[in-house]
C-alpha cells in the first residue's frame, strides 16, 4: 500500500477535572473524552525522495517542524529507518486552537497511517507512547471514540458506550494558549469539580440526560473568566434549546448537547444568525 486516507476526529471533554499540579510542570487530570463526527481528513502518500511534503487547506497553518503532523513524521521517518518519506495532506475541518483536539487528531493520524503504509505492525500501545511525545491529548486520539484520561492524560481506559449525543459546537473567532490557561488556573478558585464516577455512568448507559447533568470543565474557571463572552454563548445555546452547554478543553469552543438532531440544527442555524463571525458546526457523536 502507498497511500492512506484517514479521518482524524475532533472531541469533546464531557468532564474534565484538574487534580493537582505535578513536579514536571504538567497537571494531574481526570477527565472523560468523547469522539465526535466532525473531522479532518489526513492523507499519507509514500514518496522516494527523503522529504516529509505538507499541505493543508488553511494558509496560516505552519506546513514545517512546527505543525504536530510534520514532527511525527519526521520522528517516524527517524526511529523506523524509513526510505524516502512521505506526502501528507491535510484538509482541516476543525477549528484550530479550539479545545477540540484537531492538531493532536491529525498527528495521530500520521502515526497510524505510517504505521499501515510502512508496515511497522506496531500495537496501539507503541502509538499510543510516541504519540505522547508530541501532546498529551495525542494517545487519546490514537485511542479514539470514549475513554476516560488520567495523568497526563495519556492513562486511557476505554469506555464501551451507545451514548448519541447531538451536538452544536460554537468556535468564538479568538482562540486561546492550552499552556497559558493552565498556568492561570488557580485551583483555590474552583467552585465545581465533576462527579467523574456518576457522569462515567451515564455515559455507559447511554443516559443523554444523566450525561448533561454531569457536564463539568474546571478550566472554564480561568477562560470564562478571562472571555467572558463564552458565557453568553453558553446562554444562547440554552436559551435555544440545549440541554446543557460546557466548554471543551482549554476552550474556547462551547458546545450544547440537545434532545434531536432536529433541534441542535434549527439551535445552529439561530446561533449563526445572532453572530455570523463565529464558527458553529452540528455533530454527533463518534460511535
Ligand atoms: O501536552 P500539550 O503540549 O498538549 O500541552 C500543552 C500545555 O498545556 C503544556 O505545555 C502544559 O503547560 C499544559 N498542560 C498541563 N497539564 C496537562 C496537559 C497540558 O499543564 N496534563
Redesign the pocket.
Known amino acids: 500500500m502507498d497511500k492512506i486516507k484517514l479521518k482524524a476526529n475532533a472531541k469533546i471533554n464531557l468532564t474534565l477535572d484538574v487534580l493537582g499540579?505535578r513536579p514536571d510542570?504538567?497537571?494531574?487530570?481526570e477527565m472523560i473524552m468523547h469522539g465526535i463526527t466532525l473531522s479532518d481528513t489526513v492523507t499519507i502518500s509514500k514518496i522516494s525522495s527523503p522529504r516529509i511534503e505538507l499541505k493543508t487547506n488553511l494558509g496560516f497553518l505552519p506546513t514545517d517542524g512546527r505543525n504536530l503532523a510534520h514532527k511525527a513524521a519526521s520522528y517516524m521517518i527517524e526511529n523506523f529507518e524509513i526510505d524516502g518519506g512521505v506526502d501528507i495532506g491535510i484538509v482541516k475541518k476543525i477549528p484550530v486552537a479550539a479545545g477540540l483536539a484537531g492538531g493532536?487528531a491529525d498527528c495521530a493520524a500520521v502515526i497510524k497511517g505510517m504505521n499501515e503504509i510502512f508496515e511497522l505492525k506496531l500495537s496501539l500501545r507503541d502509538m499510543m507512547d510516541i504519540g505522547l511525545n508530541f501532546?498529551?491529548?495525542v494517545p487519546y486520539c490514537i485511542m479514539g471514540k470514549t475513554a476516560l484520561a488520567k495523568?497526563?492524560?495519556e492513562i486511557l481506559e476505554s469506555i464501551e458506550t451507545k451514548l448519541k449525543l447531538h451536538i452544536v459546537l460554537v468556535k468564538p473567532h479568538f482562540s486561546v494558549s492550552?499552556?497559558e490557561?493552565?498556568?492561570g488556573l488557580n485551583l483555590s478558585e474552583v467552585k465545581s469539580r465533576p462527579q467523574t464516577a456518576e457522569a462515567l455512568k451515564s455515559v455507559m448507559s447511554g443516559d443523554v440526560l444523566g450525561v448533561c447533568s454531569n457536564l463539568c470543565n474546571v478550566l472554564e474557571t480561568y477562560t470564562l473568566k478571562k472571555h467572558p463572552s463564552l458565557l453568553e454563548v453558553k446562554k444562547e445555546l440554552k436559551n435555544n434549546g440545549a440541554i446543557n452547554a460546557l466548554m471543551s478543553g482549554?476552550g474556547p469552543t462551547v458546545f450544547g448537547i440537545f434532545e434531536s438532531k432536529e433541534t441542535a440544527c434549527a439551535a445552529a442555524d439561530a446561533l449563526r444568525e445572532i453572530n455570523p463571525k463565529r464558527t458553529v458546526i452540528y455533530c454527533e457523536s463518534e460511535i
Do not use: M, N
Open positions: 499540579k510542570g504538567y497537571h494531574e487530570l493532536s501532546g498529551s491529548d495523568g497526563r492524560g492550552t499552556a490557561v493552565y498556568r482549554s
